[in-house]
């Protein structure tokens, strides 16, 4: 075991990965979602890798909130998303997505934009619920985030564990959203 130690001492690979991510690992992860977003992604300057999701969006909160700013948060959630809002400082407003199809309001997901907040944290398909929203539901959440100028924080890990007939349609596929939404 020392002599294979002192071999791979004097090899490339054996510190820790530079912090936003092994260079080989943000290409493949760029090709990989290129090839289901269908456009292109520059390895280094879309994509930050991060020890698990969870520390991936609270990089995303800390990234677009400031202390005081609040981020919609839609209900159900996944647990740590009203956690992440307010470890950031920030404060959720919990919009409820209705059963028995987990669809939102559209006046209530206004009212809540209306209150001006940083970001909407999108889980699709929703943790826990299952919801796939449908690209017209994306395309008036888009709406509300250019007319209120929001982020969005995606949370897409389920992305292919969709059935016929639903579909899932990347956030930042969307006209105008690439630029405003953090995946």
Known sequence: MCDRL?????????????TWGAQNF???????????????????????????????????????????????VLSPFYENYGADAILSDAKPIYVPLHPPLF??????????????????????PSNPCGKVFSEEELEYIASLAVKYDTYVITDEVYEHIVYAPYKHIYFASLPGMFERTIS
Do not use: W
């Open 6 to 18: 002192a071999e791979v001492s004097h090899e490339d690979y054996h510190q820790y990965a530079i």
């Open 26 to 72: 943000r290409e493949a992860l760029a090709n990989k979602q290129e090839k289901y977003m269908g456009f292109p992604i520059d390895p280094n300057k879309n994509i930050v890798v991060t020890c698990g999701s969870t520390e991936a969006m609270m990089c995303a909160m800390m990234t677009v909130c400031d202390p005081g700013d609040k981020v919609v």
């Open 103 to 124: 669809n939102f309001d559209k006046k209530e997901l206004e009212d809540a934009f209306k209150q001006h907040p940083k970001a909407l944290i999108l889980c699709n």
